[in-house]
C-alpha cells in the first residue's frame, strides 16, 4: 500500500486492543481473528506530525476530515462527507454559575448531520468499508447510530440493513426507512438485535459496523478529542464528562490524547474521564466500582436515554483503563434526573440536549457537591445528540429542578 496516499492518510495497520497482535489495514476485518476483541487503526505518527500542524489546521475546511493524517480513508473519492464534526466547543458561563464551577463547557454534538455524535463514527466507518469493497452494510441500534450509517450508506450507494429493539421511538425508525435502509425491529435489546446482524453477516456477505466491532468507527470519535484540544489552543481540561453506551468516544479520545502527545501538538497532562451510565443500565458503572476489568452483561437493561441502553460493552477492558489510567470515576443518574437537567441546560445554555447530554450535567453536579470535581476546574460536557430527536419524552418531563 502506499504510504503517501493522496488524502495524506498514514494509516499503517490494526493492532488488537487486547492481545497485541498486528494485521495489514488493506482488508475488511471486525474483531481480533485472534482473541476475538477489537482492532484499533495504527498510523506513522512520525510521518502525520510533519503535515498535521497546528498552523496548517487553521487553514483547513472545518470537518473532522481535516485529521486526515490520523484517519483511515486512502482515497479522496471514497470520503463520505455531510459535513460532520467540527462542532462548536461552548463555555456554558450561566450555567456554570448557577452550578458553581464557572468554567464549564459544552461540545455539542447535536449540530452533526442526524443530530447527533454517531455522525462522526459512522462517516469514517462507512468510507473505510466502502473503499475497502463493502457491498452492504448492517448495524445494531436504539437510534442515532442507524440513522446515521444509513446516511452515509445512501450517500455512498450501499444498501443498509438496520436491526432495532422494537420499542425504538418512531422517529429514530422512520428516519433509518427516509434515509433508504431497510429496518428490522427485534423483540429485545440492542444486544438481541446484534445476534441478528450477525447472523447475516454469516448468510448474506454483509459488513457488520457495530460499536468497536469494527476498527474505524473508533477513528472518527477520536476527533472529538483532536477538536477540543485545537478549540481549547492545544490544552485539555481537567475533567471530561461523557455519556457511555458502548463507549467508543471515550475510548477514541482517549486514543487521540495518546496521538497528540506523541506528535508534539500536547503534552502528558491528560482529563480526568468520567463514565456517565442511567440507573437503569450500569454495567460500566458496576464494574469500575468492583475493580473489575471487564463488565459483566447487565440485566434487564430499561432507560429512556436509548443510547445508553447497551447492556453489554465489547470495548469494556478500554473504557474501564481509560478511566482507571486518567484517576477518573463512573457514576450513573436517574432516568427523572436527566429529565430535569435537560431543562437546566437548556434555560441557561440555549442548549436543547439529549437525555444523554443531560446525565452529564446531573453527574457533574453530583461530583460537585461531593468535591471531586474543585470549582475552579475546567469541565467539558458531551452533549451527543439534539433533544428535537427525542420529542416522545418532553410532553411528559414536567417541571425542572430549581436551578
Known sequence: MNSRPNTGSTLTHLECGRCGATYPADRLMNLCPACSKPLLARYDLDAAALTMTPEALRKRPQSLWRYAEVLPVQNRENVLNLGEGYTPLVQAQRLGTVIGCPQTYIKDEGLNPTGSFKARGLSVAVSRAYELGAKEVAIPSAGNAAGAMSAYAAAAGLPAHVFMPADVPMLFRTECEQLGATVTL???????????????????????????????????????????????????????????????????????????????????????????????????????????????????????????????????????????????????????EMLDYAQVMGKHTGIFPAPEGAACLAAQVHLIEQGWIKPDEKVVLFNTGSGLKYAHLWAHAGAAVAL
Not at 210 to 234: C, F, V
Not at 258 to 282: D, H, K, N, Y
Request: aromatic letters at 8%; proline letters at 5%.
Open 186 to 336: 427485534v423483540n429485545g435489546l440492542i444486544t438481541d438485535c446484534g445476534v441478528k446482524v450477525r447472523e447475516g453477516v454469516a448468510q448474506y456477505g454483509w459488513f457488520d459496523v457495530s460499536t468497536l466491532r469494527e476498527p474505524y468507527r473508533i477513528e472518527g470519535k477520536k476527533t472529538m478529542g483532536y477538536e477540543l484540544a485545537e478549540q481549547m489552543d492545544w490544552t485539555l481540561p481537567d475533567v471530561i464528562i461523557y455519556p457511555t453506551g458502548g463507549g467508543t468516544g471515550l475510548v477514541g479520545m482517549w486514543k487521540a490524547f495518546a496521538e497528540m502527545e506523541a506528535m508534539g501538538l500536547i503534552g502528558s497532562q491528560r482529563p480526568r474521564m468520567v463514565t456517565v451510565q442511567s440507573e437503569g443500565c450500569a454495567p460500566m458503572v458496576r464494574a469500575f466500582v468492583q475493580e473489575d476489568e471487564f463488565a459483566e452483561p447487565w440485566q434487564g437493561a430499561k432507560t429512556i436515554a436509548d443510547g445508553l441502553r447497551v447492556p453489554a460493552a465489547v470495548g469494556d477492558f478500554l473504557i474501564l483503563a481509560a478511566l482507571r489510567q486518567s484517576s477518573g470515576t463512573a457514576l450513573a443518574v436517574s432516568d427523572q
